[in-house]
């Protein structure tokens, strides 16, 4: 007899939600199969919008698919850790060996195991708000509590430390920083790093820095690894393939652990314990690390005149050209958090936002309450379509909120007092044989 009982959910599961790939989602999907044209602009998925990935790095795991067949040690190749550690070494991590690196199927498998090795039920980990939610969501899945920190629009998306400070609970165990940041692209500056890793210093927290955006600056600023302002305190920073070499697909990351080695050993214990109960990392894209860490083909994209550099100017400049509505200029990563400022137009809440733009415009953007607890208006756009794709996704926006003026448009006259808009100067943001209209395809 067929069982008709329901399956029961954990009530861990439905405290998680990652809108990048959520309800909005599946309905964005269901639109185009149904021939309707969708811009989504989701998903920082590199390869998605036509940045391709170094040739060398495709080529090197073609080159080894025959010898990749079987598992790997658990914690990764030893030749790829031994590229980490010493890509780490070079950016002044100098304690980092090979022993200290984990590889994973991406940031997103290490994260969590990261957390599961350390938390018990009820144990709070401090997270920016906003939020990439795959922190939030992972935190309540390995049972603990996320609590989050303000990060502050006004101070260029920066939190204060001394904010940070003041959540610490006896239940804290872990402060998160992801730098530069998702969604907002904030490069926070290293007083604002030491004074996180000061935090952590006194409370005794372990740090656990999402650095996968660390090859992504612009206008001349620096990164600064977490781990290098906290080299007393337990550090993971955590990377990967999926933005730096334009690989998502290939599934690959890593964690470095740095710090007092002594105070760690039953975390590094467990750690080891977790990631052999998931047997290996994916084997054929270790062997794209090596190579990947040589070759660095980032700032060609980021520095003037690059593909990123202009696309995410070309972006904000449209953004912020639309009345009402405001966005920090991001310095890193490759998103863009703009808000809509209250009183201008009849929005509801950021969801039924977000919904009513995919439904009236065809445009599919991550609302900000999908991204932690932030004032509303929020959304969250991706910086890396070619540049008429981004034109063609802020005039929907633009046509959406017109019909959403709580006030009459200016006259011709007036609008005539509008500054013209800038051209975008130097290259056109296309990448070579990149055909204009293009559409992504995420
Ligand atoms: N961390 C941040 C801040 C991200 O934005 C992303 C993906 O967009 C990830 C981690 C996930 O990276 P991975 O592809 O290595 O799982």
Redesign the pocket.
């Known amino acids: 007899m067929m069982s008709r009982s329901r399956v029961r959910t954990s009530q861990k599961s439905s405290r998680v939600s990652y809108d ?1 790939r959520g309800p909005l989602a599946a309905q964005a999907e269901r639109m185009r199969a149904a021939g309707e044209d969708v811009l989504a602009l989701n ?3 590199p390869a998605a919008f036509g940045l391709p990935p170094a040739p060398e790095v495709v080529e090197v795991v073609r080159d080894h698919l025959g010898r990749s067949c079987g598992y790997s040690s658990a914690a990764g190749l030893p030749e790829a850790r031994d590229a980490v550690a010493r890509h780490y070494r070079d950016k002044g991590l100098d304690t980092v060996r090979s022993c200290d690196v984990y590889l994973g ?7 969590p195991l990261s957390l599961h090795a350390l938390l018990n039920p009820r144990d709070q980990v401090l997270i920016p708000a906003p939020d ?1 939610p ?2 939030t969501a992972s935190v309540v899945m390995a049972g603990g509590r996320p609590v989050h920190y303000l990060c502050d629009e006004a101070s260029d998306w920066c939190p204060d430390p001394h904010e940070v400070a003041r959540r610490v609970t006896d239940r804290t165990r872990a402060i998160v920083v ?1 730098n530069p ?2 969604p907002t692209g904030a490069v926070w500056p290293r007083e604002v790093l030491e004074g996180i890793a000061d935090v952590a210093r006194r409370h005794g927290l372990v740090l656990l820095a ?1 650095e ?2 660390a090859d992504f600056l612009y206008d001349g600023i620096r990164h600064i690894p977490l781990a290098t302002c906290a080299p007393d305190v337990p550090c993971l920073t ?1 990377g ?4 730096r070499s334009r690989i ?1 697909g290939y ?3 890593w964690l470095a652990l740095t710090g007092p080695r002594g105070p760690a050993s039953d975390y590094v214990a467990a750690l080891d314990s977790l990631v052999s109960l998931r047997l290996c990392p994916n084997v054929p894209a270790q062997r794209a690390v090596e190579t990947a860490l040589r070759v660095n083909d980032t700032p060609a994209l980021t520095a003037p005149g690059g593909a990123l550099r202009v696309r995410r100017d070309h972006l904000w400049r449209l953004l912020t050209d639309i009345p009402g509505v405001r966005a920090v200029k991001p310095r890193g ?1 490759f998103y863009v958090f703009p808000r809509i400022m209250p009183g201008k137009y009849r929005l509801g809440d950021d969801e039924s936002l977000a919904a009513d733009l995919l439904h009236e415009e065809g445009l599919f953007v991550v609302s900000g309450s999908g991204l932690g607890p932030v004032s509303p208006g929020h959304l969250r756009m991706v910086t890396l379509p070619a540049p008429d794709v981004l034109t063609d996704a802020t005039t929907r926006l633009a046509r959406f909120l017109d019909r959403r003026r709580t006030t009459r448009p200016p006259t011709a006259n007036q609008g005539r007092n509008r500054p013209p808009r800038r051209p975008c100067v130097g290259s056109t943001g296309f990448l070579p044989g990149e055909r204009r209209g293009r559409r992504s395809s995420s």
Not at 105 to 111: D, I, T, Y
Not at 240 to 243: F, I
């Open positions: 990048m998903l920082g998925d199927n991406g940031v997103s498998e290490l994260a990439y795959m922190w992801i940041n998702n999402d996968i955006y955590l990967g393939l999926s933005k998502p599934r690959m990351g990563a």
